[in-house]
């Protein structure tokens, strides 16, 4: 095994974990559940009609080009991706999000490499992100989503 630290200036195609998605039935229960009892704050509430859910973002901390956050899911019908994956496995982790510097170019990367990417443009996410997702069967059984910030410099909107 190899004990070589990690070269500092080493590039990484993802920059931080920007969230972990969280399926549920009654996003406002789950809300009320961890502002009580982590004292986490909403600094977004949207319904996003492309991907099927109402959500909330719970913010975690600032990193570098952008922030952490806890995303809560409700989907809005039974055949969303959040419905689906609700009635098959229940409450739960959804999703693993990752930041990157240009989603786009880590889609064309990743895809290279024989992930597959499950849109075939950038899509719209949460707090004016830009996101798309690589399918679960190729991420070790992990749903994960490549978010790039938007490009405000403003990491954490409702600040
Ligand atoms: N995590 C891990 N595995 C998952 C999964 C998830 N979230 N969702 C589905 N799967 C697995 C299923 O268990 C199933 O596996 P088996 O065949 O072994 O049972 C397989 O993937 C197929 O699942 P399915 O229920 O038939 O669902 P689909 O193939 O129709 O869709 C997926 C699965 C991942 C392609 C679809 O959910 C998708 O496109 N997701 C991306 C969009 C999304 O999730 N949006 C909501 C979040 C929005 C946001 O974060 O902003
Ligand atoms: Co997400």
Known sequence: MSTRPIAMEAVHMF????????????????IAFFERTFDLRVV??????????????????????????IQLLEPLGPDTPVGKFLAKRGEGVHHVAFGVPDVAEAMREIGGRGVRVLDAEPRHGTLGSSIAFLHPKDMGGVLTELVQAPDTGDAAPGH
């Open 15 to 30: 920059m931080r974990i920007d969230h972990v998605g969280i399926a549920c039935h009654d996003l406002e229960e789950k």
């Open 44 to 69: 977004a509430r949207e319904t996003n009609e492309e991907q099927g859910v109402k959500e909330a973002m719970l913010h975690i901390a600032d990193g570098e080009g952008g922030g952490s956050y």
